[in-house]
T-cell receptor, first 114, second 112 residues
Framework: EAGVAQSPRYKIIEKRQSVAFWCNPI?????LYWYQQILGQGPKLLIQ????????DSQLPKDRFSAERLKGVDSTLKIQPAKLEDSAVYLC????????????FGPGTRLTVL | DAKTTQPPSMDCAEGRAANLPCNHS???????VYWYRQIHSQGPQYIIH???NNETNEMASLIITEDRKSSTLILPHATLRDTAVYYC?????????????FGSGTQLTVLP
């Protein structure tokens, strides 16, 4: 079974530029999560989707971050404009349902903002 | 805020059991204890979870104290590939607040 796919794996941009990350969850998984992991810290949930609807985006900095999952399958996370403190690994995870015990994580995208 | 406390780092000799402690003194009756690990440059990986009984699977064993205020993850025969950050997470069984809240975890280093 294919795992969660993310691209790109690495991205370097300058502050005030825009960037987008893509995630393709495991086939059939209705729930999709985006996490931000700053170096030395555990992942922090940014947003949770159930199919194409947002369940929780309380920790998403909405002035610069946006995410969508239009067809309830793959998802994009965008940052516009980026700040230095956005340098982090952005992890995507999925699960069959929001009640499922296990979340399956992708390898992440490492973003460096200069 | 993370509801768990873990030591920042531990070492273990290859082939020996690795015992990773976690304190969760404010855990409530409907909350489970979950363990994930994150190998360097990879996403976190689910290991095991439990409510109050000891649990075992092909990866590890989870021992939860009777008062449920602490637990221990046991890797019975640690290998070099078990070197990772291990996260202990308290999570409700049901409801909208079931997000995974990661703390800083324990860096386990398995030594040859």
């Amino acid at each position: 079974e294919a795992g969660v796919a993310q691209s790109p794996r690495y991205k370097i941009i300058e502050k005030r530029q825009s960037v987008a990350f893509w995630c393709n969850p495991i086939s059939g998984h209705a729930t999709l999560y985006w996490y931000q992991q700053i170096l030395g810290q555990g992942p922090k949930l940014l947003i949770q989707f159930q199919n194409n609807g947002v369940v929780d985006d309380s920790q998403l900095p909405k002035d610069r971050f946006s995410a969508e999952r239009l067809k309830g399958v793959d998802s994009t996370l965008k940052i516009q404009p980026a700040k230095l403190e956005d340098s982090a690994v952005y992890l995507c995870a999925s699960s069959p349902t929001s009640e499922y015990n296990e979340q399956f994580f992708g390898p992440g995208t490492r973003l460096t903002v200069l | 805020d993370a509801k768990t406390t873990q030591p920042p780092s531990m070492d273990c000799a290859e082939g020996r059991a690795a015992n990773l402690p976690c304190n969760h003194s404010t855990i409530s009756g409907n909350e489970y204890v979950y363990w994930y690990r994150q190998i360097h440059s990879q996403g976190p990986q689910y290991i095991i979870h439990g409510l109050k009984n000891n649990e075992t699977n092909e990866m590890a064993s989870l021992i939860i104290t009777e008062d449920r205020k602490s637990s221990t993850l046991i890797l019975p025969h640690a290998t070099l590939r078990d070197t990772a950050v291990y996260y202990c997470i308290v999570r409700p069984l049901l409801g909208s607040a079931r997000q995974l809240t990661f703390g800083s975890g324990t860096q386990l280093t398995v030594l040859p």
